[in-house]
């Protein structure tokens, strides 16, 4: 599970999570991938799950970093795997995640840029951060042989045939924009997210979408959210 945090230097608040798919092939097998897609929130959180990795992980890292002379201001990604409902931490990054940042932010009902200022002015804690109470699920469109050797600069026609509903959105991650055509420059090429009432309308609708673009050079995992999703 992904557990996000974001800091001012004085104060922190949770920011969601997520789960992604880093397995290339569906039914989560194949090599390790940047991330084939993800949703939010993870199935594993709860209130007490919660409460845990604040006063097991963020609070014990921030005390640390404050001894160390640092007070740290902005995203903090914190990688769990959660066993019996225990944390235990893999990793940090202090950024948000690729793709959970698409699966998260649709979420987000304040405005990201007040928060940000208001984690510059370490302000943080005067600012309520307001969410949509809505699950989001994000699907990875990617480049036919990634993670191994892909083809570069395939053109990704009928994108502008692409109509999004306010509830649907298309984020781009490894295109290139030439002479108003848009090609194919990385192994992850297109975010598609939905943020609907269940997992399973969100992840139908999105399936329908990149069926629509008929895109020859991608492929994509059709059980992103399986564990979520009851067939």
Same mark, same amino acid.
């Given at each position: 599970m992904s557990f996000f945090t974001i800091h001012d230097g004085k104060t922190f608040k949770c920011f969601g999570t997520a789960q992604d798919?880093?397995?290339v092939y569906e039914g989560d097998k194949g090599k390790n991938t940047g991330g084939? &897609? /993800?949703?939010s929130p993870s199935r594993l959180?709860? /209130?007490e799950l919660e409460k845990k990795i604040i006063n097991k992980i963020i609070l014990p890292t921030l005390e640390g970093l404050k001894e160390k002379g640092s007070e740290y201001k902005g995203f903090l990604y914190t990688g769990l795997m959660i066993v019996d409902n225990e944390p235990y931490l893999i990793e940090y990054n202090v950024r948000m995640g690729d793709p959970e940042c698409q699966t998260i932010l649709p979420k987000l009902k304040?405005? %990201?840029?007040e928060i940000i200022l208001n984690c510059c002015d370490?302000? %943080? &804690?005067? $600012?309520?951060i307001e969410w949509h109470n809505k699950k989001s699920l994000c699907i990875? %469109?990617?480049s036919k042989g990634y993670p191994d050797d892909f083809k570069k600069n395939v053109e990704i026609e009928n994108l502008n045939k692409i109509l999004l509903n306010s509830n649907e959105f298309l984020y781009h991650a490894g295109t290139a924009k030439v002479n108003d055509k848009i090609?194919?420059?990385g192994g992850r090429v297109l975010n $598609?997210?939905?943020i609907s009432d269940n997992f399973s309308e969100a992840r139908d609708n999105l399936i329908k979408k990149i069926n629509s673009l008929n895109w020859s050079g991608g492929f994509f995992r059709k059980d992103i959210g399986h564990k979520v999703i009851e067939k």
């Open positions: 798919h880093k397995r084939m &897609g /993800a949703y959180i709860n /209130a304040s405005d %990201l840029c370490q302000k %943080l &804690g005067e $600012f309520e990875v %469109l990617c090609f194919s420059i $598609f997210v939905n």
